[in-house]
Structure formats: structure tokens, C-alpha cells
């Protein structure tokens, strides 16, 4: 039997503001039985979906809907060794607090670019390296959070994407499951949102008349479906990792799908 009734696969988008319409951030979502569609955000002036009202549309929905297992594609915290230099309590929401006090990217106006040059917030007092990357990074190949202006890059996904998961928490709290921060197992019936990486998916299916962020992310829910179909999903919930590494994981976080 299914874990959870519904999955939701997001494609993140780092571009511009919180409020802007951005075509790059888009949503699937699958039932147990339905196959991924497209969800568009509702009827508005906006095309596309905004970082806000996507964030808003999510709470809504986790608050009293069924047990959803949502995947998005950005960073959830930082490499250890940010915590280290910038003298960081291994607290993950500390972090989100502290982050967004010095990132503050879900402001209206705020690009993430503002705040790199320095004219909003104070990212300077809390930069990072793009030669840090986390463990799960390193397991999947994939670039640092602090790597921007390349290719296949998360770092403005992740810089932008942040504050949006702690307004999620304070929204939500125990309604829901932030994993693998909240731990390992989560409780049977709740909601979870974890760390993602399309790249390891969106090759298994085909594109048909998707474009990349579409299929990306129709590719998350088709993962996280088929994998909770097939009762895989407890295996990538408890990876292959020594007790150190766990530990570590808790604070740096941890890409679902990789074992």
C-alpha cells in the first residue's frame, strides 16, 4: 500500500523575485493511480507560477490536504564547512533563520544578484565557496550550492529557495516532515518536502512535447510515484551511510533517490 496519496514534483527557478512569473518554475503532480500532470497557478496576470505564490499555494495545500510528498529541485542547507567559518550553531533551522536574515531573497524586489553585489541584505557576512560541497553533492556528482553563472548550476535556485522552506516550516510545523532534517522515517500520514535532483530521473522517461523544466519536473513525481508503487521509497529514505555520515546528512541535508 502507497505511503502517500499524491506527489509533487518541482522544477525551481532562482531568477529574478518572489514575485515575478518565471516559465523556468514549474509543478507536476501524480496520485498512486494518475499519471504526472502539469498544475498551473491560479488565474491571475502572472503566467507562470512566482516563488511566493508557489510557496503560498504549498501551504495551503500540505495544511489539510492528504499525505503529499512534495521533491524540489534546489539545496536544502550548506556544507559543513560553512557552518565552521561562519561559527554556526548545527542547528538546520537556526540556519534557515540566519540565512534569510542575511539573504533575504523572498523579499519583493530582492534578485538574488542584488544581494551578491551587495545592495540588499548582507551576503557577504555569510558567502560560501564553490569548492564546498556537500556529502550527498559529492555521491551525486552534482555541483556546490556556491558554484553560480555555470551550467547546471542550483546555487541561485537554492540562495533564492531557502527562506521559502522556512516560511514553510513556520506555516506548517508538524504537518509536515523536512527530510532528513526532521529525521530519517517519516511519521506514517504526514506530508514530506525533500531535496531532489532531476538529473538522476529525466533520462528514465521520455520527453514527449515537454520542455526541459516541465520534464524535470514531471520526471520528480514520476520517481517518487513508481518508487512508493514499488515500496522502494523506505530504502532512499534511510541511505546507505555510517553513523558519522548520518549525522552529517541531518545538517547538510540529502538528495531523496540516492541510496
Known amino acids: 500500500m502507497p505511503q502517500f496519496e499524491r506527489y509533487f514534483g518541482i522544477d525551481y527557478s532562482g531568477a529574478e523575485t518572489a514575485t515575478s512569473s518565471l516559465k523556468g518554475l514549474r509543478l507536476y503532480s501524480a496520485t498512486p493511480t494518475q499519471p504526472p500532470t ?18 503560498e499555494w504549498l501551504a495551503a495545500e500540505l495544511r489539510d490536504g492528504p499525505a503529499t ?27 534557515l533563520d540566519d540565512f534569510q536574515h ?5 523579499r519583493d524586489h ?8 551587495g545592495t540588499r541584505g548582507n551576503g557577504a557576512a555569510r558567502s560560501g565557496n564553490s569548492r564546498w560541497r556537500r556529502m550527498t553533492e559529492e555521491r551525486a556528482k552534482a555541483k556546490s550550492v556556491f558554484h553560480f553563472n555555470v551550467q547546471g548550476s542550483v546555487a541561485k535556485s537554492t540562495h533564492s529557495g531557502l527562506p521559502w522552506l522556512r ?33 538522476l530521473w529525466s533520462r528514465t522517461f521520455p520527453a514527449e512535447d515537454r520542455n526541459p523544466d516541465q520534464h524535470d519536473a514531471y520526471s520528480v513525481a514520476r520517481w517518487m510515484q513508481q518508487s512508493d508503487a514499488t515500496d522502494t521509497l523506505p530504502v532512499y529514505f534511510h541511505p546507505e551511510l555510517r553513523p558519522a555520515e548520518l549525522t552529517l546528512a541531518r545538517l547538510e541535508g540529502w538528495i531523496l533517490g540516492l541510496a
Open 38 to 55: 502539469e498544475v498551473l497557478p491560479p488565474p491571475s496576470p502572472r503566467k507562470y507560477w512566482t516563488r511566493r505564490g508557489l510557496a
Open 69 to 95: 510528498l512534495v521533491g524540489i529541485d534546489h539545496g536544502f542547507s550548506f556544507p559543513l564547512r560553512y557552518f565552521e567559518v561562519h561559527r554556526l550553531q548545527p542547528d538546520w533551522p537556526q540556519f
Open 102 to 106: 542575511h539573504w533575504p531573497t523572498d
Open 110 to 117: 530582492v534578485y538574488v544578484d542584488f544581494v551578491l553585489d
Open 167 to 199: 516560511y514553510l516550516r513556520q506555516q506548517l510545523g508538524e504537518r509536515v516532515h523536512f527530510w532528513p532534517f526532521d529525521g530519517w522515517t517519516p511519521p506514517s500520514g504526514r506530508s514530506v518536502i525533500a531535496e531532489v535532483y532531476p538529473a
